[in-house]
């Protein structure tokens, strides 16, 4: 395949991704991935070990302290205003709280 094959197909590409909340630990040290579209991936890992700060990296939620994301061959940290907007549109996302039920 070639490169530009590969990059149509990538959706999300995590490159070398560095992050600390306020406190300064690091939360992601170093996380790099790729997920292809119609790819399965999965990300497990103990509670707080970051599972859902990578999710919220990858929407823009946060800022990456070093490293890029690419969701559609778009820099995510590059994104403001309407464009965010639109990006995030196309991306889903459930927090585990919505898995539980208080019936």
Same mark, same amino acid.
């Given at each position: 395949?070639? $490169?530009?094959?590969?990059?149509? @197909?990538? %959706?999300?590409?995590?490159?070398?991704?560095? =992050?600390?909340?306020?406190?300064?630990?690091?939360? #992601?040290?170093?996380?790099? =991935?790729?997920?292809?579209? /119609?790819?399965? %991936?999965? #990300?497990?890992?103990?509670?707080?070990?970051?599972?859902?700060? #990578?999710?919220?990296?990858?929407?823009?939620?946060? /800022?990456?302290? $070093? /490293?890029? #994301?690419?969701?559609?061959g778009r820099d995510v940290m590059?994104?403001?205003?309407?464009? %965010?907007?639109?990006? @995030?549109?196309?991306?889903?996302?459930?927090?585990?709280?919505?898995?539980?039920?208080?019936?």
């Amino acid at each position: 395949m070639n $490169a530009t094959a590969a990059a149509t @197909r990538t %959706l999300v590409d995590f490159r070398d991704v560095h =992050f600390a909340y306020d406190e300064g630990v690091p939360v #992601i040290s170093g996380v790099s =991935f790729t997920a292809a579209r /119609g790819e399965t %991936l999965v #990300i497990l890992g103990g509670s707080g070990s970051g599972k859902s700060t #990578i999710l919220r990296l990858l929407m823009g939620f946060h /800022g990456v302290d $070093a /490293g890029g #994301i690419l969701f559609e061959g778009r820099d995510v940290m590059a994104q403001r205003g309407q464009d %965010l907007v639109e990006m @995030r549109r196309r991306m889903g996302m459930v927090f585990q709280e919505g898995a539980s039920s208080t019936a």
